[in-house]
T-cell receptor, first 118, second 113 residues
Framework: GAVVSQHPSWVICKSGTSVKIECRSL??????MFWYRQFPKQSLMLMAT?????????EQGVEKDKFLINHASLTLSTLTVTSAHPEDSSFYIC??????????????FGPGTRLTVL | GESVGLHLPTLSVQEGDNSIINCAYS??????FIWYKQESGKGPQFIID?????DKRQGQRVTVLLNKTVKHLSLQIAATQPGDSAVYFC????????????FGQGTELSVKP
């Protein structure tokens, strides 16, 4: 149980285009979803926290107009990288949590999405 | 500010030996601490966690030690196997911030057969 999926697993796009990444909780309802970014050989950096039905809370330094997050249902959150540039190339990972899954605030991680912007 | 760091960025051990991965942190407000394993190209995998009111917890082949006095966390892996090769991250979790996680920089563990 507590499986989180991401789609696509990898994507290559041209500079200036927008890319949407989906994060789904497959067998539980996620009240909260988190989006992380990870550059090569570096740690995971939290970008934003989203609760179903409300606006996402972005970490300091993360442009909310560039990284659009939508959490319209209890099983789906999307991250859209708008006007992507090569410096946005990274590994994007989502996680989901629910009070009914595991211990309080346990985060279940997705497999990640590799974004390459040419 | 919050920061989490590791003493050793890389660790190479012989198969069958024990491994110890360390983590130093500065924020003492964390409610619990978690160790994750991340294989190349994959998301983090939960290994073990420990509440802030505990100093030791054991799992299958793994032990986590917490020393709040010196703000130090360690992960011990017994009888390390080639399948343990990965990057290991410690993370601090905060209940009052919706379960927010702050990750350490990571240690790459390489197990030699």
């Amino acid at each position: 149980g507590a499986v989180v999926s991401q789609h696509p697993s990898w994507v290559i796009c041209k500079s200036g285009t927008s890319v949407k990444i989906e994060c789904r909780s497959l067998d539980f309802q996620a009240t909260t979803m988190f989006w992380y970014r990870q550059f090569p050989k570096q740690s995971l950096m939290l970008m934003a926290t989203s609760n179903e039905g409300s606006k996402a809370t972005y970490e300091q330094g993360v442009e909310k107009d560039k990284f659009l997050i939508n959490h319209a249902s209890l099983t789906l959150s999307t991250l859209t990288v708008t006007s992507a540039h090569p410096e946005d190339s990274s590994f994007y990972i989502c996680s989901a949590s629910s009070p009914g899954q595991g211990t309080a605030d346990t985060q279940y991680f997705g497999p990640g999405t590799r974004l390459t912007v040419l | 500010g919050e920061s989490v760091g590791l003493h050793l960025p890389t660790l190479s051990v012989q198969e069958g030996d024990n491994s110890i991965i360390n983590c130093a942190y500065s924020n003492s407000a964390s409610d619990y601490f978690i160790w994750y394993k991340q294989e190349s190209g994959k998301g983090p995998q939960f290994i073990i966690d420990i509440r802030s009111n505990m100093d030791k917890r054991q799992g299958q082949r793994v032990t986590v030690l917490l020393n709040k006095t010196v703000k130090h966390l360690s992960l011990q892996i017994a009888a390390t196997q080639p399948g343990d090769s990965a990057v290991y991250f410690c993370a601090l979790a905060f209940y009052n911030q919706g379960g927010k996680l702050i990750f350490g920089q990571g240690t790459e563990l390489s197990v030699k057969p």
